[in-house]
């Protein structure tokens, strides 16, 4: 009995990870190369937020950490192959095929479900059951595929 009120104890200690990100690209490029303007999403109260829920996890003695991001590919594959997020929280355009992703340069990258699930399961298999999120939280148009 000892020994599962130790292992409680220290599960109510770990930090859970939680990796926010935001996509707002500028623009998108057309076939034929020229540039178009983006409606540009308000990401403050979506943040804050999530902030505020957080904190009151931390006073509950509940070990969060929260992380804010601009989404990139780059950056998601890198949150769930080194950074071992438990939740993943994005925000941004949507799209019926596709979720938007920012490239870096303001640009909109889009990327497909399958590209999601390619870029979450990058990495080395041998720890890939450690490190899957435990949530991915998706707010964009047309998230249910992505999701």
Avoid: M
Avoid at 24 to 32: F, H, K, M, V, Y
């Amino acid at each position: 009995r000892r020994d599962d009120h130790h292992h409680h104890a220290r599960r109510a200690e770990e930090a859970y990870s939680v990796c926010a990100l935001f996509a707002s690209p500028l623009a998108w490029q057309d076939a034929a190369g020229e540039l178009h303007a983006i409606q540009p999403l308000d990401f403050d109260s979506e943040r804050e937020a999530i902030a505020a829920a957080f904190d009151a996890a931390r006073r509950n003695r509940h070990g969060v950490r929260v992380r804010f991001d601009v989404a990139t590919t780059e950056r998601l594959r890198t949150y769930v192959t080194l950074a071992k997020c438990d939740i993943i929280h994005y925000a941004g355009h949507g799209h019926p095929q596709a979720l938007t992703f920012e490239d870096g340069r303001g640009g909109l990258q889009p990327v497909t479900p399958n590209g999601i699930s390619t870029l979450v399961n990058a990495g080395d298999a041998r720890h890939k059951a450690s490190r899957v999120p435990r949530l991915a939280f998706v707010a964009a148009c047309h998230s249910k595929r992505a999701a």
